[in-house]
């Protein structure tokens, strides 16, 4: 009988347990459903490492939204596609907009976000640049494209007013004076830089003596180093990818030309294999880029300077080492998605979305990578965010560079110009 007794008390017992633990379900409601966020990258194949790193920067932005709650209290998760050519970029926004997402972020690589960025936006998806630059990504239109970072246009229109407002005062001349010359890759990404590049010399009163335009995939320097040779500039303007940029680098320098500047327009005179590649040889080359991680941290607000810091804690926790340039990218335009236009939108619907994004107006200083947001409404830039960080760096030593320019990013003073003879 006691025996009896007990098995109803435990059953008793179990009994109201559960009832609390429906009651307490009922009082919180169900659990939101996860949001799920496409993202496509290039994580396999030549430009894995890169790649890996921007999408390791957006990950990291996603796990510290989750972390504070989600967006409007729900997680979010990355569902990826690893795309490496431009004809696999179709069915891999059919298979995200089949997987219910609402918005895709990606894809590193120009020659992949380009056509990714118009498959996205067919299938009536928001598409989220996190790093490609070529101007041609937020240049088709599309209403539900965005891109946070900068584009080729920011990169090469810095490197020409640098040159004109910087440059041309320490050789002691006006910008009138100066003469340019330009070495640019065959492609979408470098066309997008040396275009801006040529625009804002000639509008700084500058004269573009002249250009030379390789093919990226059997680089001839040859007929560059002649044409270079021919027009004798004072300031030369390069347009490339790193390897084919070290290479005529080394191309330049055995023709024992001079100019008094030498100039990279493009991310890849940044990378540091470039200065560890050439070297001495490195010393004293300029190049237009994006933030990386010893950018001056005054650039930020109390709280992006949080934000950072929180990341590069993440971030070399997971690799050992400081953020790169690609990982700051994927982190703050992720951030801008998850932490400042979603939580805006009334649902997560992709117009909504959009409609979020586009009322977002935050000063330069409140992104994690100093940027601020108000995305343009121009049809030829359509999506590009007008406040888009970027900045000048100088290698001034063997393996040592530092940020010259915007002051507020800056990190060291402007040095060898004229380069010396």
């Not at 080729?152 to 041309?168: C, E, K, M, P, T």
């Not at 805006?344 to 994690?368: C, K, T």
Request: proline fraction near 6%; hydrophobic fraction near 50%.
């Amino acid at each position: 009988m006691r025996r009896h007794q007990r098995r109803l008390v435990r059953a008793a017992l179990c009994v109201a347990i559960m009832l609390a633990a429906v009651s307490v379900l009922d009082a919180c409601g169900p659990i939101p459903a996860p949001l799920r966020i496409g993202a496509v990258f290039p994580l396999s194949g030549p430009t894995a490492n890169d790649a890996h790193d921007e999408y390791l920067g957006a990950g990291l932005a996603a796990q510290m939204v989750d972390a504070s709650g989600g967006v409007q209290g729900r997680q979010v998760t990355l569902d990826v596609r690893d795309v490496e050519s431009a004809g696999a970029v179709q069915q891999a926004a059919d298979s995200l907009r089949n997987d219910g997402v609402t918005a895709v972020i990606g894809a590193y690589s120009s020659q992949l976000s380009i056509p990714l960025a118009a498959a996205v936006a067919r299938d009536g998806l928001v598409y989220w640049e996190t790093g490609a630059v070529a101007d041609q990504v937020t240049g088709q239109g599309h209403p539900l494209v965005f891109r946070v970072g900068a584009s080729g246009s920011d990169l090469g229109g810095n490197s020409g007013r640098f040159i004109v407002q910087q440059i041309a005062p320490r050789l002691h001349r006006s910008a009138s004076q100066i003469r340019a010359f330009l070495v640019t890759v065959n492609d979408a990404y470098g066309h997008s830089v040396a275009d801006s590049a040529r625009a804002a010399l000639i509008a700084g009163g500058a004269t573009v003596a002249g250009e030379s335009v390789y093919d990226p995939y059997a680089p001839a320097w040859r007929p560059a180093i002649a044409a270079v040779a021919a027009a004798k500039p004072d300031i030369l303007v390069l347009s490339s990818h790193m390897n084919d940029g070290i290479a005529f680098r080394r191309a330049f320098l055995a023709a024992h030309l001079y100019v008094a500047a030498f100039f990279g327009t493009t991310m890849a005179q940044c990378y540091a294999n470039f200065g560890t590649v050439l070297g001495p040889d490195a010393v004293g080359v300029f190049a237009s880029d994006r933030p990386e991680h010893d950018f001056n941290p005054s650039a930020l607000d109390a709280t992006a300077r949080s934000v950072y810091d929180r990341f590069a804690i993440a971030w070399r926790q997971q690799t050992g080492r400081a953020p790169s340039e690609e990982g700051i990218a994927g982190f703050s335009s992720a951030w801008a998605l998850f932490a400042a236009a979603m939580p805006r939108a009334s649902s997560a619907a992709p117009a909504d979305i959009a409609a979020a994004a586009r009322s977002l107006n935050l000063p330069s200083g409140s992104l994690p990578n100093g940027a601020g947001i108000l995305f343009s409404k121009r049809p030829s830039e359509l999506g590009q965010n007008l406040r888009a960080a970027s900045v000048i760096w100088q290698w001034q030593a063997a393996r040592h560079s530092v940020v010259v320019w915007p002051a507020v990013y800056a990190t060291g003073s402007i040095k060898m110009v004229p380069l010396p003879a």
